[in-house]
């Protein structure tokens, strides 16, 4: 088992930057690949960015691809979400997962791939 904490959410402006952080717990082998979802109000959840444990070639959304930059340090357990060039369309609740398998080599992966995931932290961008 591993237990997923995101944090650095919050409110920005459009064309603003955030970085979100997620703390991993517990069996690290259970997050070989993690990746970062987003679900905004009355839609599904939509797989942002992914990235597997050595960090190389990590995945990402078309509506994130260029703004947004995806990372871990495994030295302290952590995954990060840098999001700049912030818009409106980015306002959603976003979600850490992690999962012991190594799908996200070859894709971003659905949320059916993902076994552990945390509890969310709001972004919201105004215009």
């Known amino acids: 088992q591993v237990q997923l904490v995101e944090s650095g959410g919050g409110s920005v402006q459009a064309g603003g930057s955030l970085r979100l952080s997620c703390a991993a717990s517990?069996?690290?082998?259970?997050?070989?690949?993690m990746g970062w979802f987003r679900q905004a109000p009355g839609k599904e959840r939509e797989g942002v960015a992914a990235?597997?444990?050595?960090?190389?070639?990590?995945q990402y959304g078309a509506s994130v691809k260029g703004r947004f930059t995806i990372s871990r340090d495994n030295a302290k357990n952590t995954l990060y979400l840098q999001m700049n060039q912030l818009k409106p369309e980015d306002t959603a609740m976003y979600y850490c997962?992690?999962?012991?398998?190594?799908?996200?080599?070859?894709?971003?992966?659905?949320?059916?791939?993902?076994?552990?995931w945390g509890q969310g932290t709001q972004v919201t961008v105004s215009s």
């Open positions: 997962a992690a999962d012991p398998s190594s799908f996200c080599l070859y894709g971003l992966g659905s949320r059916r791939h993902y076994n552990h």
């Open positions: 990235i597997y444990t050595d960090g190389n070639n990590p």
């Open positions: 517990g069996n690290t082998y259970s997050s070989r690949c």
